[in-house]
């Protein structure tokens, strides 16, 4: 069974930086695609980022030019670079696997990890 964790929140201020980090379990994480999706407070999850195995990646539009999606196989782990974090970056981020070039939309998902945190205010 894959266990996916997430880590690497935190309080940061607009303009900030963080990098997330999803480690996987249970599986090799290079057999899968890898999404990062996150909820913000009082609204639906959304989608973030995307990378397949060979690594192509795609990005919803909110986030285009200031995160970056990565993984490194070896270690079992994918990575979320956020730059230039805005107020509204601020949510809970998720990381989930998929087969596919697209990642799925949240409502596939029936189960979600612990997610970490991420907050973004002055």
């Known amino acids: 069974q894959v266990q996916l964790v997430e880590s690497g929140g935190g309080l940061v201020q607009p303009g900030g930086s963080l990098r997330l980090s999803c480690t996987a379990s249970?599986?090799?994480?290079?057999?899968?695609?890898m999404g990062w999706y996150r909820q913000a407070p009082g609204k639906q999850r959304e989608l973030v980022a995307g990378?397949?195995?060979?690594?192509?990646?795609n990005y919803a539009d909110s986030v285009k030019g200031r995160f970056t999606i990565s993984r490194d196989d070896a270690k079992n782990t994918v990575y979320l670079q956020m730059k230039s974090l805005m107020p509204e970056d601020t949510a809970d981020y998720y990381c989930?696997?998929?087969?596919?070039?697209?990642?799925?939309?949240?409502?596939?998902?029936?189960?979600w990890g612990q997610g970490t945190q991420v907050t973004v205010s002055s």
């Open positions: 249970g599986t090799i994480l290079r057999f899968y695609a």
């Open positions: 990378i397949t195995s060979e690594g192509s990646t």
């Open positions: 989930k696997h998929y087969f596919g070039l697209v990642p799925p939309p949240p409502r596939e998902y029936k189960y």
